[in-house]
């Protein structure tokens, strides 16, 4: 099941983090040994009660600005015993590493708003799956008559990370340790279709239950 908690970030760690994430990708970035980059084709097309639609095209402008290793965006469908009607959209841009500096995540909080989604509602939910619970941010936007729940996480080797600013410390300390900076955005959007926040908030997490076991699995380890 999931559990919402309010999100308040601590602006005076900011600097802090960005700090350590410098020093640390600093430090690490001579004797970095970057993992070689999953290969597309082996994407997850079917998991649990989700089937895969199709592709959703990212422009070239849009890709160069990700600047991700690997990019892959998807739709899904609930399979016959799901709810009817449930489309989900995901977005997963994986970074080789992190040691130029300029190649790093880009957050939902300014891509969405950038194309022109206000935001309404923003917390925290922890999802229970298969390989253990994950904490995410959700993130409710709306444009015009349009309404949707996101979720998105930060991914890495050892970890799945809800906030951005926990993000960049925990990069900094596990680059520290591993000696690689490798670390992935999953974002995922479920549409209304005539659902509240609610329900619509369910679909996305059941989405996130099924999809992080095998998500874990394909990126590299």
């Known amino acids: ?32 040994h970057p993992p070689p980059a999953p290969a597309l084709a082996g994407f997850p097309k079917m998991f649990g009660q989700w089937k895969w639609l199709g592709d959703e095209p990212i422009d070239s402008t849009t890709a160069k600005e990700l600047g991700a290793d690997l990019l892959a965006s998807q739709m899904y469908a609930a399979q016959s015993n799901s709810p009817a009607s449930s489309f989900v959209s995901l977005l997963v ?20 708003p950038a194309a022109g989604w206000t935001p309404q509602v923003q917390d ?46 925990w990069l900094a300390a596990d680059a520290l340790v591993d000696q690689r900076s490798d670390t992935a955005l999953v974002r995922v959007i479920a549409w209304p279709a005539r659902r509240g926040d609610q329900e ?8 996130a239950r099924n999809l992080y076991p095998v998500l874990r699995d394909y990126l590299p380890r």
């Open 1 to 32: 099941m999931f559990a919402a908690n309010l999100f308040k970030p601590r602006s005076a760690l900011v600097p802090l983090f960005l700090a350590a994430q410098i020093l640390a990708v600093q430090v690490v970035s001579s004797r970095e």
């Open 93 to 112: 841009a994986w970074f080789q590493t992190q040691r130029e500096g300029a190649r790093q995540p880009h957050s939902p909080k300014v891509c969405l």
């Open 124 to 169: 925290e939910l922890t999802v229970d799956t298969t390989a253990g619970a994950i904490t995410v941010t959700r993130y409710i936007i709306q444009k015009g008559s349009q309404r949707a729940v996101v979720l998105y996480w930060y991914q890495t080797p050892r970890r799945v990370i809800a906030g951005e600013w926990s993000a960049k410390f």
């Open 200 to 207: 619509t908030t369910a679909v996305a997490a059941g989405f």
